[in-house]
């Protein structure tokens, strides 16, 4: 079984930057499908950002040109990196990825912006 655990959540102020990271139990090397999500308040989980399978990235509208999806292959991780940070980027984030078929989510990782 996978398992996810995303870490670098925090309160941080509007323009700033944070760096999320999502640890796998398993080499990211056999996974496939590796993506960001978060779930703002009163709204539904959404994507971010993802790896294409050319391994090309993927970005949602409105965090293209702030936010940088990448792998971190030595740490076994996959991380977002959050830059010029807006209230609206508030939200719980989640990674997740795909192995054998099977979709495996994170316990998410809280991030605050304050204005």
């Known amino acids: 079984q996978v398992q996810l655990v995303e870490s670098g959540g925090g309160l941080v102020r509007a323009g700033g930057s944070l760096r999320l990271s999502c640890s796998a139990s398993i080499d990211v090397g056999r996974m496939s499908n590796m993506a960001w999500y978060r779930q703002t308040p009163g709204n539904q989980r959404e994507f971010v950002a993802r790896f294409s399978d050319f391994g090309n990235t993927v970005y949602a509208d409105p965090v293209k040109g702030r936010f940088t999806i990448f792998r971190d292959n030595a740490a076994n991780t996959f991380d977002l990196q959050m830059n010029s940070l807006k209230p609206e980027d508030t939200g719980v984030y989640y990674c997740?990825?795909?192995?054998?078929?099977?979709?495996?989510w994170g316990q998410g990782t809280r991030v605050t912006v304050s204005s």
């Open positions: 997740t990825v795909v192995f054998m078929g099977t979709s495996h």
